[in-house]
């Protein structure tokens, strides 16, 4: 299925998923993944439950008390996003 044809990947839920896959092993506030990713607060706040709720998200705890979110390594999900987005050679 090509990313056109697959409602998860719109603009904003691409790009979000994009700042993910290519720094997997950084932690985000809401407030940097939206300006890491270059995206609206409101954009954001409309598409990340879905993301989180498709496991491609996860929240990390990094001791500050403040919710930090990465890329799941265990998704399944996430792997597919990467094939559609980068391609099957990836």
């Not at 979000?16 to 300006?35: A, H, Q």
């Not at 500050?64 to 559609?84: C, F, I, T, V, Y």
């Amino acid at each position: 299925m090509s990313k056109e044809g697959h409602p998860f990947l719109n603009d904003v839920a691409e790009r979000i998923v994009r700042v993910l896959l290519e720094n997997p092993d950084t932690t985000y506030t809401k407030t940097s993944l939206i300006n890491a990713a270059d995206v609206s607060r409101n954009a954001f706040y409309r598409r990340f439950d879905s993301i989180v709720e498709s496991g491609v998200a996860m929240r990390t705890d990094d001791g500050d008390g403040q919710a930090h979110w990465q890329l799941n390594p265990d998704s399944k999900m996430a792997e597919a996003l990467e094939r559609m987005i980068y391609g099957e050679n990836q």
